[in-house]
């Protein structure tokens, strides 16, 4: 049907799902998980038309199949990859059954809230958050709010890699989930590219997370890990060291590939504490990612963090992530220069739903959707992330605050509200 919005393909992905699910495939098999969709802007509204086009295309989603030359091109790209796992990818297939997807009306019949719940093994159901994000954002912004175009948006997209390239900057695109669309994300890296060949030797493209246009534009596809391993792993071995547990794990799929170290699923000072438990860790981990809270206090935390261990912090990175513009990336770029510090930048949605609206001469903002889709459980246990940002908390409420007083985090009343 020609209204249907599907993925460019089953690479038309975040690499960390893949490599996750290879990860999950090995030490979890079988083991049922559920997500679910939380869409965090309550005054933003869906129409009814934009919720059966969602629901037709993502109904359409088991036509997508790993192709031969993709595969092909995964065993070149990311030699991490088992053949085991690669014939499981090819045999993969979406299942829509395993979705439930409704809608709540709000102000009227026609407008209101979506509702998404995901069910299933959780080496199927892995894959679902970025593809289904990715096609209701493109669904909404061609039906509901239809005030921008693509006006601009190459030179935007260029401008800004070429300001933070000439601050030495070493960045990569992190924007599928919540693209406005395809075509955005496929300007976007076109963009970034030509910007890193014109200038040469001032900061780095390191390549994108999506691994359809890793592929189709020749660059490294990037990524590792999200909060979901160390979500999944708290709730099936318990939360006494989950984060030690989870990277060791870890490393018994992918030994020394994959490892920058996702350090905020149960807030970062909890993270520093099993690392400083298990030094080997740390100096086998060659970085961490900061993907919440304030990140002018993450390099200096962390510096510390590998000095107290006897660690040469300069031969660690740190990956920054979280709600990233140009102007931030500029300032924490000088504070690690200062610091002596390797970092990147992984820039998601001021890249790739940055637009103006049209209606305002493209002076004012068109908001993208704020929504997240999380592991909700795993067999049957429920799981939670207590963020470095209270708002990003997510989970049963009794079992957040059964974590927090296990770490021996403070319980505050907006914890009592967030779910």
């Avoid at 129409?47 to 790993?66: G, M, N």
């Avoid at 991490?80 to 009227?108: H, M, N, V, W």
């Avoid at 860790?281 to 261990?309: C, H, M, N, T």
């Amino acid at each position: 049907m020609a209204d249907l919005v599907l993925p460019a393909s089953l690479l038309d992905t975040d690499l960390y799902k893949i490599t996750m699910q290879q990860a999950v495939l090995q030490h979890f098999p079988a083991v049922q998980g559920t997500y679910r969709f939380t869409h965090r802007s309550k005054d933003v509204y869906f129409t009814r038309e934009c919720y059966l086009r969602f629901k037709r295309s993502v109904s359409a989603f088991d036509r997508l199949a790993l192709s031969s030359s993709e595969r092909a091109w995964l065993e070149k790209a990311c030699p991490y990859f088992k053949p085991t796992y690669l014939d499981y990818l090819e045999a993969y297939r979406f299942k829509p059954e395993q979705l439930s997807i409704s809608f709540e009306p709000g102000r009227d019949a026609d407008r209101g809230h979506i509702h998404i719940d995901v069910s299933g093994p959780w080496e199927e159901t892995i894959l679902w958050e970025v593809p289904l994000m990715a096609c209701l954002s493109e669904i909404y912004f061609t039906t509901v709010d239809t005030d921008w175009d693509y006006e601009g948006q190459e030179d935007a997209a260029y401008k800004k890699a070429e300001t933070m390239l000439q601050a030495g900057c070493v960045i990569s695109e992190f924007g599928t989930r919540r693209r406005r669309s395809f075509h955005t994300q496929d300007i976007v890296v076109k963009s970034l590219i030509r910007a890193a060949k014109d200038n040469a030797g001032k900061g780095a493209v390191n390549g994108t997370s999506n691994m359809h246009l890793a592929m189709k534009y020749e660059v490294a596809p990037i990524g590792t890990i999200a909060h979901e391993w160390f979500m999944g792993i708290g709730a099936l071995k318990g939360y006494e060291h989950v984060n030690a547990m989870a990277l060791t794990t870890w490393q018994e799929t992918y030994a020394d590939a994959l490892q920058i170290a996702l350090t905020d699923t149960f807030s970062t000072e909890v993270f520093f504490k099993d690392f400083a438990a298990n030094p080997h860790l740390a100096r086998q981990w060659s970085g961490l990612r900061q993907d919440s809270g304030d990140p002018f206090i993450f390099a200096p935390r962390a510096k510390g963090v590998y000095e107290q261990l006897g660690i040469d912090f300069r031969q660690k990175t740190i990956i920054f992530s979280d709600a990233l513009d140009v102007e931030k990336v500029l300032r924490l770029q000088r504070q690690c220069d200062e610091l002596g510090m390797r970092c990147g930048f992984g820039i998601g949605t001021s890249l790739t739903n940055d637009f103006k609206t049209k209606s305002s001469g493209y002076t004012e903002k068109s908001r993208a959707l704020n929504m997240v889709i999380k592991l909700s459980s795993v067999a049957g246990t429920p799981t939670v992330k207590i963020s470095d940002e209270i708002t990003k908390n997510t989970g049963d409420l009794a079992i957040v605050q059964q974590v927090k007083e296990l770490f021996g985090i403070p319980i505050k009343e907006i914890d009592r509200r967030v779910g």
